[in-house]
């Protein structure tokens, strides 16, 4: 009787890494003839030396903002004798401090054991889409720059943009600090104000101050101009080039406007202003000069039945 005889079947062998392999197996018999004692001392090693890491990393950047600080002063204190603009100053001592800051950040990266090739590759590809994303900043950041080169006002001026006033206390790399007469501090964006209109009142080294001042129509314009006259003569801080102007602006409802119109220096702007209309209304009071206010004359007519 004959059986089939049925051949033998090979079946496709598959490349194996045959030294990954080994080398796992190696590495899980080594770690399985590892005695508790053994794994322990390895164990806190691997703590302790990450907590040392830690230790470092933490120092190194303790440190670092010292310096950093320290540098902050030296660099302001160098460019101070060297004369150099305020608002410049302000601005590289911004740019400067957040350029070491971010050096300062890789090395403590570095000292915590992270790849800073492969972490400043990554920064620099990621470039791209945070510039997209922070196209606002960037803004900020050109406006800046712009500032400092036009100059249209510089630290210590008083300016009124983007719908604020106040005085400039800092040009900052993205923002402008405006301080207000009342003490609150405004961060205005320097995007804004480099595009925006500007309204800068200590840019010209003197100013106007007008006045209207209102008197009856009973009154005499003579005197009232008179009295004016003699107030303005006796302030010092008023220039006589170019003379002041004294005239009726307009005859109003209640009473006649008369216009005053004076140069001072910007910085006594206000103090002359306040305080020419509290010396007007005392010697208008003193002097018999009536300061209407609005009113209306309403005449009764007599109706015969």
């Known amino acids: 009787m004959t059986f089939l005889q ?5 079946l496709p062998t598959v490349a194996a890494d045959t030294t990954k392999t ?3 197996f190696d590495k899980l018999s080594k770690a399985s003839d590892l005695s508790f004692d053994k794994f322990l001392e390895q164990a806190i090693s691997s703590i302790i030396h990450g907590c040392i890491r830690i230790a470092i990393a933490v120092a190194v950047f303790w440190l670092g903002r010292i310096i950093l600080k320290k540098l902050k002063k030296v660099l302001l204190h160098i460019l101070e004798k060297r004369h150099v603009d305020l608002s410049l100053r302000t601005f590289l001592a911004s740019l400067i401090n957040i350029t070491l800051m971010f050096i300062l950040i890789i090395i403590v990266i570095g000292i915590l054991g992270v790849n800073t090739s492969s972490f400043i590759a990554l920064f620099a ?9 922070l196209s606002g900043t960037l803004q900020n950041f050109a406006g800046g720059v712009m500032v400092l080169l036009f100059k249209p006002y510089r630290v210590g001026d008083y300016i009124e943009a983007q719908g604020q006033s ?14 207000t007469p009342d003490n609150k501090t405004i961060i205005v964006p320097n995007g804004g104000i480099s595009t925006g209109i500007i309204n800068n009142y200590s840019k010209e080294p003197r100013r106007r101050v007008d006045w209207v001042f209102g008197i009856g129509y009973n009154d005499n314009y003579d005197k009232a101009k008179q009295i004016i006259s003699h107030l303005l003569d006796s302030d010092e ?4 080039t170019p003379a002041y102007t004294i005239a009726i602006t307009s005859l109003g409802d209640s009473s006649v406007n008369i216009v005053v119109r004076v140069w001072v220096d910007s910085a006594d702007y206000w103090s002359v202003y306040f305080d020419m209309n509290e010396r ?8 018999g000069i009536n300061i209407p206010f609005p009113q209306m004359d309403v005449h009764l007519i007599p109706v015969e039945k």
Do not use: C, D, W, Y
């Open 6 to 10: 049925i051949p033998p079947i090979t």
């Open 22 to 24: 080994i080398s796992f």
């Open 125 to 133: 590809s990621a470039g791209i889409a945070i510039g997209m994303a």
């Open 280 to 287: 007007v209304f005392k010697e208008f009071t003193k002097q």
């Open 237 to 240: 801080r008023i220039h006589r």
């Open 166 to 179: 106040g005085t400039v206390k800092e040009i900052q790399i993205f923002n402008t600090i405006l301080n």
